[in-house]
């Protein structure tokens, strides 16, 4: 059974009156969690996506521990052009290396169309497994927006000022178009698979775009994130858009196609509201590290956030980015209590 429509964490996605704040955190599948650790193993996560009991045993251990209003379905941005076969491995404490950089025009015949079902069939036999177990509680599927997939093809890897990124764009912005345009249809055919297989909501991870200027991002970029959106919209589940440093671009994120956007904590949320308009929910936004801190400042720093909401609808707690390995899981414990009681002045 689907979750209801008037799951709080549904509801405030739609920029309704939820009944309480809903909350749910970046990165609660895993991370912190010592059960997590327990089961994981020592393979790569690309390993454990794979393996559908495991992967809806990880994505339920937060539910339940802490009681979130939504689950995040454990997985990885790279899943899908991983299973297209162009050798993407997720090396520990690096993150997503790619043995082949994308380089030229014939590298785009690798990029072919994604068969959800053929592909990664692993992934949507995941989703159903846990909108049978999770009940009430919507289920998040998600995707990497085309241009963090592409900084990662590039550039083979991470990278702090994704140079070899930025000189594709403005260098070949014709090639950098298409590149662009492969990753969104991959984009779309993941989302629909795994909505069409039970997901409440969608969340596009744009997680580096927060490198690029206002008229970067709308000229190079936006064009193929807006083509995401409008390729999930007749679904009709709410869709979040997420990006690190992205002040300067919240209007751009909503202006792309998105219902929720995802603010971190370097933007006040009432600031935040305000460049995005009555009519964009928002997600976010504690600084992740604050959480290491002892409890009454986690609590102080918490409050603030709710505080700058004033009351809205449409606000989904979260953190600004996602869960700090070394965070105690009894904190977002006390923090799920604290959202859920608290009471706009």
Same mark, same amino acid.
């Given at each position: ?50 393996? !559908? ?7 339920? %251990? ?17 899943? !899908? ?9 997720? %090396? !520990? ?100 698979? %795994? ?55 919240? !209007? ?94």
């Amino acid at each position: 059974m689907p979750p209801p429509r008037d799951a709080p964490f549904l509801l405030a996605c739609r920029n309704r009156p939820a009944g309480r704040v809903p909350v749910w955190f970046m990165r609660q599948a895993g991370r912190s969690l010592p059960e997590y650790r327990e089961i994981r193993g020592t393979g790569s996560i690309l390993d454990a996506v794979r393996d !559908p009991g495991l992967a809806a045993e990880i994505t339920l %251990q937060p539910v339940r521990r802490y009681g979130v209003d939504a689950a995040i379905l454990y997985n990885d941005i790279v899943v !899908p052009v991983a299973a297209l076969g162009l050798g993407v491995e997720i %090396q !520990p404490g690096v993150g997503p290396v790619v043995a082949e950089p994308f380089r030229d025009e014939p590298d785009l015949d690798r990029l072919r169309p994604l068969d959800p079902e053929a592909d990664c069939p692993y992934v949507q036999e995941t989703v159903r497994a846990l909108v049978g177990e999770l009940g009430d509680v919507p289920l998040i599927g998600f995707a990497g927006a085309p241009f963090t997939v592409a900084s990662y093809l590039v550039e083979g890897g991470p990278s702090r000022t994704l140079g070899a990124t930025k000189a594709l764009m403005l260098g070949r912005p014709d090639l950098w178009a298409r590149l662009l345009d492969r990753l969104a249809g991959i984009a779309i055919a993941s989302l629909r698979a %795994q909505v069409l297989a039970g997901a409440s909501a969608i969340q596009l991870f744009d997680s580096w775009v927060g490198t690029l200027s206002p008229a970067m991002y709308e000229r190079h970029v936006m064009p193929a994130s807006a083509k995401v959106f409008a390729g999930v919209a007749d679904l009709g589940v709410p869709a979040i858009h997420f990006g690190v440093t992205t002040g300067e671009l919240l !209007p751009l994120l909503a202006k792309a196609g998105a219902t929720v956007v995802g603010v971190d904590w370097r933007v006040p949320l009432d600031e935040a509201r305000a460049r995005l308009g009555p009519d964009v929910a928002v997600q976010g936004n504690l600084d992740p590290a604050i959480c290491l801190a002892p409890w009454p400042a986690v609590a102080a720093a918490a409050r603030d956030v709710l505080a700058a909401n004033g009351g809205r609808p449409g606000h989904v707690f979260n953190l600004g980015h996602g869960v700090l390995p070394e965070t105690d899981p009894a904190v977002l414990e006390r923090l799920v209590e604290l959202v859920h009681g608290w009471e706009a002045p």
